[in-house]
């Protein structure tokens, strides 16, 4: 059974930071891309970056390029996400996924097979 448990996430001022993980398991394959989506209410949800599995490759939303950054621990099975100089318009579910997927970037959810259940972040002003 695939699981992806999302932790980090909470209540932090603007200009603040936070660090979400993802811990993966019961993956049927050994090789694949791990990459975090946000989620506001009212809104789609809306791809914020992604790291490939050697983790030399990553692309981020232009939204957070230079504040956000993804690592991975492949021993871990563990994505991270380093979230710096936080803005209220970050607030959202963060969610992160697996993709076992060969395209570059892989920014739309339809390319993501498996899903966490979310982690909330709130940004206040």
């Known amino acids: 059974q695939v699981q992806l448990v999302e932790s980090g996430g909470g209540l932090v001022q603007a200009g603040g930071s936070l660090r979400l993980s993802c811990a993966a398991s019961g993956l049927p394959f050994s090789s694949y891309s791990m990459g975090w989506f946000r989620q506001a209410p009212g809104k789609e949800r809306e791809f914020v970056a992604v790291i490939k599995w050697g983790g030399g490759y990553t692309y981020y939303a232009e939204s957070v390029k230079g504040r956000f950054i993804i690592s991975r621990d492949n021993a871990k099975n563990t994505v991270y996400l380093q979230m710096n100089s936080l803005k209220p318009e970050d607030t959202a579910t963060y969610y992160c996924?697996?993709?076992?997927?060969?395209?570059?970037?892989?920014?739309?959810?339809?390319?993501?097979?498996?899903w966490g259940q979310g982690t909330q972040v709130t940004v206040s002003s």
């Open positions: 996924a697996v993709s076992f997927g060969g395209s570059r970037n892989l920014a739309g959810p339809a390319e993501y097979d498996y």
